[in-house]
């Protein structure tokens, strides 16, 4: 299991270290902030002044390494806009995400997991299309037409919930539906496929051949076993929930770290940029890399494979 977690903990280095290179050369490659940042009149001299402080008149390479090694010692640069440290900007907007996307999550748990159930128990019944129905509506919508129709109806029309901002706990209620809602409808019909493949194993027909209560075969039996692929489902969702609430956050005017990097993106502001892509990747990572934890502790033979392989380590 040691060999299997470590396998695991170096892929997820590699992978942190290939998203962090692939943003740092890409935005480099597409132009020179400094035509941005600064206005057309600028004197050559001042702009060449703001080049070299920024480190741009160096060569891509060595910039690149200067980075990684600025990185390794927790230094994420400054911003170009504000002269402040980048990540503390990134600091200040990451709760507010985190506010966001947990409770979307937590709704949508509470939402799409009992659906998904319900419409596998009562398979091919009025209640599983129905379910299924509103789960394809769910996570069909695209999820800026959806944060739309939602501020039209109840911020326009019914005045009854604000459209942006985040003074207020009402303020989270929009953003949080409109997050919710699609991954609600994706873990529905997820749900339902996999308590369906459990129901249909043996063991589920030996327990109820033994007569154990009906309740007592979906708790106690079948819902554990189905827990285990939704694991693996809520750990790839963890990037949809990151990739969605940059849209939410837009619509809403939701200060979190969505917001931020679409803000620094219009401007440029490469430190920024590449702060938050690094804690977005590293978020992610994290998150996969504690499902495979789960899992084992769940499934204790799963550490007995690597790499794929199907064979013992």
């Known amino acids: 299991m040691l060999q299997f977690l470590a396998f ?22 597409a132009g020179d902030p400094a035509d941005i940042m600064l206005s057309i009149d600028t004197p050559p001299d001042v702009r060449s002044y703001y080049r070299e402080l920024w480190g741009l008149d160096r060569p891509l390479i060595e910039q690149y390494l200067r980075y990684l090694a600025a990185v390794a010692r927790g230094d994420f640069g400054l911003s170009f806009g504000d002269d402040r440290p980048a990540f503390e900007a990134v600091r200040e907007a990451l709760p507010k995400t985190v506010l966001l996307g947990g409770s979307a999550l937590l709704l949508a748990l509470l939402i799409g997991l009992p659906l998904g159930v319900l419409a596998a128990l009562r398979h091919n019944s009025a209640i599983d299309r129905l379910a299924m129905a509103s789960a394809v509506f769910g996570y069909a919508i695209p999820i800026f037409f959806l944060g739309i129709l939602l501020i039209l109806l109840f911020a326009l029309k019914l005045r009854v919930l604000p459209s942006a901002g985040s003074e207020t706990a009402w303020h989270l209620v929009l953003p949080v539906v409109t997050l919710a809602l699609p991954l609600a409808g994706r873990l529905a019909r997820f749900a339902r496929t996999s308590t369906l493949e459990v129901l249909g194993k043996p063991f589920i027909r030996a327990a109820r051949g033994r007569g154990v209560m009906p309740l007592a075969v979906i708790l106690r039996h079948a819902l554990p076993n189905a827990a285990v692929p939704l694991l693996m489902f809520l750990g790839i969702e963890i990037g949809g929930i990151l990739a969605g609430s940059a849209v939410v956050e837009t619509i809403f005017a939701w200060p979190g770290i969505g917001r931020l990097l679409v803000d620094s993106v219009s401007t440029r502001d490469l430190a920024v940029v590449q702060a938050v892509i690094l804690t977005v990747t590293v978020i992610m990572v994290a998150a996969n890399l504690l499902v495979d934890i789960l899992h084992i502790l769940i499934d204790p033979r799963l550490g007995g494979f690597a790499r794929g392989s199907g064979r013992p380590a």
């Not at 695991?8 to 490659?29: E, H, Y």
Request: proline share 0%; charged share 15%; net charge positive.
């Open 8 to 29: 695991r903990a170096a892929r997820a280095f590699v992978t942190v270290l290939i998203c962090v290179s692939a943003v740092f050369i890409a935005l480099r490659l």
